[in-house]
């Protein structure tokens, strides 16, 4: 939700991210309705990707620690890809052989290799194809990769520890940001925001956290409730900084691990109705991340209708009520995908292990 309210935000009001910055480097003009929309909930939507990262490898390490530490890596990449790759390739065709871009993909240089490097969760690794197609799509070939290489962090784990593990990767990141700065010619692997290396301690923080979780242990034994807070703030503040800018990612990681853990150790109570809305929404969240950014700005003009002439004073409500329609008929649509595609995808995965089993089984 938190990344559709951002991607909304954006195309309500498309400039509001953008500053004017005197030399060095503080903001020098900004208005207050800027500061206000900067400062709302949903400009923190930015950091869903960092979220997921940590959810993904906390769910991914946990079940890890559960299952004896042991792991099989045939099984492993059959359940994420049987998860991922038909919902996501089912979405992507429909994006690109849906429109008059049809005979771009299938008729040209550039558009094979566009939607070759989109099949192959490759895209992340180019400029050309880094935002084309779905913007969206970006995270989930990171995420692929952060799959295919967590191998590697068990194997770190094994020698080194998970906690100096997690150092390493956050001395990794921070080396790769600074050849980035200095050198920005070496291409979009050493990009601050975008290269594999910079991102992948933000999974092991998550993995770290699920190995705290594991042992009953607690990675902010006091004061979780002021890192919060002050993260929050934090990282909104740096936004307003050209230089600490840079920072906003390791700011914004530490403070959902804070927040995740306060999360997992609290009792929250909600109205039954309440959870179903809530869980409904959440099993669906994939189809929603897949389908939602192309077609939002669409929607939201299309509901432009809403904007009456004679209730001009109270335009500023109405473009904020066009999101109810537009969130409604991408959650429909989503929650279609998810049952007759993302399930049926997953379960015939599972029958697919279990006809191996049963195969391997006879020949024994």
């Known amino acids: ?10 195309m309500l009001y498309p ?3 953008i500053k004017d910055y005197s030399s060095n480097g503080i903001i020098i003009t900004t208005g207050f309705k800027s500061i206000l929309l900067n400062f709302s909930p949903s400009a923190f939507g930015w950091t869903g990707v960092q979220l997921f990262l940590i959810i993904s490898g906390f769910l991914i390490h946990l079940g890890y620690l559960y299952n004896n530490e042991n792991i099989k890596t045939s099984i492993f990449y059959s359940k994420r ?15 690109c052989f849906s429109t008059n871009a049809i005979g771009y993909f299938l008729f040209s240089k550039p558009g094979l290799y566009n939607l070759g490097s989109h099949l192959l969760f490759l895209h992340n690794l180019s400029d050309k194809t880094f935002y084309s197609i779905n913007p969206s799509f970006w995270s989930l070939a990171l995420e692929m990769q952060l799959y295919l290489i967590y191998p590697l962090l068990l194997f770190s ?3 080194i520890g998970m906690r100096n593990t997690l150092i390493c990767l956050i001395a990794l990141s921070f ?17 601050f925001d975008r290269s594999v290396i910079k991102f992948w301690f933000i999974w092991g923080a998550g993995a770290f956290l699920a190995e705290k979780y594991f042992k009953g242990e607690k990675i902010f034994p006091k004061g979780t409730v002021y890192i919060i807070v002050f993260g ?12 600490s800018s840079y920072l906003t990612v390791y700011l914004a990681t530490l403070t959902w691990i804070a927040f995740f853990e306060w999360f997992l150790i609290k009792e929250i109570v909600l109205e039954k109705y309440v959870y179903k809305i809530i869980a409904t929404i959440g099993i669906c969240s994939y189809s929603i991340y897949l389908i939602h950014q192309p077609y939002l700005n669409d929607l939201l003009r299309y509901f432009e209708i809403l904007n009456y002439k004679q209730l ?5 409500i109405f473009k904020i009520l066009k999101l109810i329609p537009t969130f409604i ?27 191996k089993v049963l195969t391997n089984t006879t020949r024994k």
Do not use: C, M
């Not at 939700?1 to 954006?10: C, E, I, K, T």
């Not at 503040?237 to 050209?242: A, D, I, Q, T, V």
């Open 232 to 243: 929050f703030v934090a990282t909104l503040l740096s936004k307003s900084l050209f230089y």
């Open 15 to 17: 400039n509001f991210e």
């Open 175 to 191: 080396l790769f940001l600074t050849i980035g700065i200095i050198f920005k010619d070496l291409g979009i692997l050493f990009s």
């Open 312 to 316: 001009s004073q109270f335009y500023p």
């Open 329 to 355: 008929i991408i959650f429909l649509i989503s929650y279609s995908l998810y049952l007759f595609i993302e399930l049926p995808s997953v379960k015939l995965g599972n029958l697919i292990r279990k006809s």
């Open 157 to 159: 784990r094994k020698k």
């Open 1 to 10: 939700l938190g990344v559709f309210f951002y991607h909304s935000q954006l």
């Open 81 to 95: 890809f049987w998860r991922i790759y038909p919902p996501y390739l089912f979405v992507l065709l429909f994006f």
